[in-house]
Nanobody, 122 residues
């Protein structure tokens, strides 16, 4: 069974940094695009950053220049380096994999992790 597990969240002061990790486990041959989303209380889940299996990245305007998404395909892991954190970055951060290949003709679509809390104090 394929699972995504996030780690690295916590409490940090404004201006600080955190590095989130999301490791995919199970019978995985490859993963297409991986992404980080976040959801603050009372808000809808929003896209933070994406990275293709070829390394192309895209960011929400609110995090450009502060966050960096990267991945290690050999480890089926995606990272989010978050610098210059602001109180408005406080949210539960989720990782997502849009398509996971588990066999020659077997795919899992739209897989989510359980989320990790990031809290930025002012």
């Amino acid at each position: 069974q394929v699972q995504l597990a996030e780690s690295g969240g916590g409490l940090v002061q404004a201006g600080g940094s955190l590095r989130l990790s999301c490791a995919a486990s199970g019978e995985i041959l490859s993963i297409n695009t991986m992404a980080w989303y976040r959801q603050a209380p009372g808000n809808q889940r929003e896209l933070v950053a994406t990275i293709t299996n070829g390394g192309s990245t895209n960011y929400a305007d609110s995090v450009k220049g502060r966050f960096t998404i990267s991945r290690d395909n050999a480890k089926n892991t995606v990272y989010l380096q978050m610098n210059s954190l602001k109180p408005e970055d406080t949210a539960v951060y989720f990782c997502n994999a849009d398509r996971i290949r588990t066999g020659l003709i077997r795919w899992i679509s739209d897989k989510w992790g359980q989320g990790t809390q990031v809290t930025v104090s002012s």
